[in-house]
């Protein structure tokens, strides 16, 4: 385990962690969000954020204050903290984000990381390459080759206890960005930003953002923290955090504060549309949709950017909560209902069901079958697994009624939607206590029937029976054949 990150709770791929971060003698609890503050302009000030939000950490721009003659020779002679006046953790950007926009930067990785180190930054950034998505391969290929070389470089740079990350790029290449995440975790740095995948988001892509960053996490392994950068819309934070993401960045609060809209975990919307605010924070609570257009620009930017930034750091404690409590997923699914394109990333964090599997708790609280994507949850996946370690008598009955009363079957065990079967002992057990509708549909019909097939491709010996409610033939035909059925609705 990497000595500054320590996992304390899980819930499917998601974690409450605590990331510390040495030079700032601070420890931050994740997920965390890092409010990004352009030295330029602050919306909301770093002491505001702190002190009115409990912002632990934030990010800034190095290479911005870098190339500024004033803001270099203030951040040189204050130190960024109080340069900001923030208490918490700064976390500093290293102009890779202008190298993808604009082409072209002029440090090197010793330079901005020995001048990130210089103003006090606590957490630096290399200079790594952002390949944006859909490159041709050798594209990316060659990139991430540059981006691994500087990453080499930045573990020789002298840089004390300022704790430095290691970019995962790889464009969307799955191998390539499992094979430079295990590249980032051989190296000794210490934070790992998932890059470039602002572009996927930009464009609703969150299918293939899930699939990048489980490919990243599989080189990564479980214990290192993950930045998912330039990911800053609360609408996504569960989807990310379920996929094991621990740090967030927002420039969002306050771009889209400044184009007038208005950010909700269900989607954005433009202020002028606006007749009831859906949310009480004390901007919501103090001002009508009216009378924040009326406001003067500069105040209306700042009004809506501390909604922006309320409505952003709730969905942050409500994730946590959700890992505390155990239903992660039920919160996922939900937000995945704001969007068809969020219920693509959710169907695709579902094809990495086995993935998350390592990580989610063997028992929890709750499991609430809360729509057909349930049927491919991790613990359905685990059931499934476990059922090829239980023992089978030579004859079985499964089925959706009662025990029999004779002795015709050596056993009779419970088959229950969307988990199949199982020994009567385990009902009481999670998660085969779960809350299912009465009205099964029928992704949870064919998981069972996949559970009954399962057990009998490792039991081949065994005479296996089953007695279900009405099943349509459809489901049935992925029971096997040598399975004796009974309909228990047909009497
Ligand atoms: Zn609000």
Redesign the pocket.
């Known amino acids: 385990m990497r000595e500054c990150f320590e996992i304390r709770d899980t819930d499917a791929g998601g974690r409450i962690g605590e990331l510390s971060v040495p030079r700032a003698d601070v420890t931050v609890e994740t997920p965390a969000l890092l409010p990004v503050i352009n030295p330029n302009l602050d919306t909301i000030s770093p002491r505001r954020l702190a002190d009115e939000f409990g912002a632990e950490i934030l990010i800034t721009n190095s290479y911005i204050i870098h190339g500024d003659d004033d803001l270099r020779e203030r951040a040189l002679a204050d130190g960024l903290h109080d340069m900001l006046d923030f208490p918490g953790a700064i976390m500093t950007d290293s102009g890779s984000f202008q190298l993808s926009e604009y082409g072209e930067i002029t440090v090197t990785t010793e330079e901005i990381l020995e001048f990130q180190h210089e103003i006090g930054s606590d957490i630096a950034t290399p200079v790594d390459i952002p390949t944006p998505p859909d490159v041709p391969r050798e594209q990316a290929e060659r990139e991430l080759e540059t981006t691994q070389e500087r990453l080499e470089i930045a573990e020789d740079v002298d840089t004390g206890e300022m704790l430095v990350s290691a970019p995962v790029q790889g464009s969307t290449y799955p191998d390539l960005r499992e094979r430079a995440g295990r590249h980032a975790e051989g190296t000794d740095l210490d934070v790992f930003p998932v890059g470039a995948v602002v572009p996927l988001m930009n464009d609703y892509r969150y299918d293939d953002v899930v699939d990048v960053v489980a490919a990243a996490k599989r080189g990564l392994g479980a214990d290192a923290p993950v930045h998912l950068f330039g990911a800053g819309h609360p609408m996504m934070f569960a989807l990310a955090v379920a996929m094991g993401c621990d740090l967030f960045d927002s420039a969002a609060y306050a771009l889209y504060a400044r184009d007038d809209r208005y950010l909700t975990v269900r989607g954005t919307q433009a202020l002028e549309e606006i007749d009831y605010?859906p949310?009480?924070?004390a901007?919501?609570t103090d001002h009508s949709p009216d009378d924040l257009r009326a406001l003067p620009d500069d105040e209306r930017e700042s009004e809506l950017a501390a909604?922006n930034l309320?409505?952003t750091f709730a969905e942050i404690r409500r994730i946590k909560q959700a890992i505390r409590a155990g239903n992660l997923l039920e919160l996922v699914e939900q937000r995945a209902r704001a969007h068809p394109t969020m219920l693509d990333g959710y169907r695709t964090l579902l094809d990495h069901a086995a993935q998350l599997e390592h990580s989610d708790p063997v028992s929890k609280g709750s499991f609430f079958y809360t729509s057909h994507e349930s049927a491919r949850r991790p613990e359905v996946v685990r059931h499934h697994d476990r059922l090829e370690r239980l023992s089978v008598p030579d004859s079985l009955l499964l089925t959706e009624g009662d025990a029999p009363r004779g002795d015709e079957y050596d056993d009779s065990w419970r088959v229950e939607p969307p988990f199949g079967p199982f020994p009567r002992a385990l009902s009481k057990s999670y998660p085969l206590t779960a809350e299912v509708p009465d009205r099964t549909d029928r992704a949870a019909l064919a998981a069972a029937a996949d559970g009954v097939a399962r057990l009998v491709d490792v039991n081949p010996d065994a005479d296996i029976t089953l007695a279900h409610d009405g099943w349509p033939a459809a489901i049935l035909e992925r029971v096997p054949d040598d399975v004796a059925l009974v309909d228990l609705t047909a009497a």
Request: proline residues 0%; neutral net charge; glycine residues 0%.
């Open positions: 605010f949310c009480s924070c901007v919501c909604h309320h409505v």
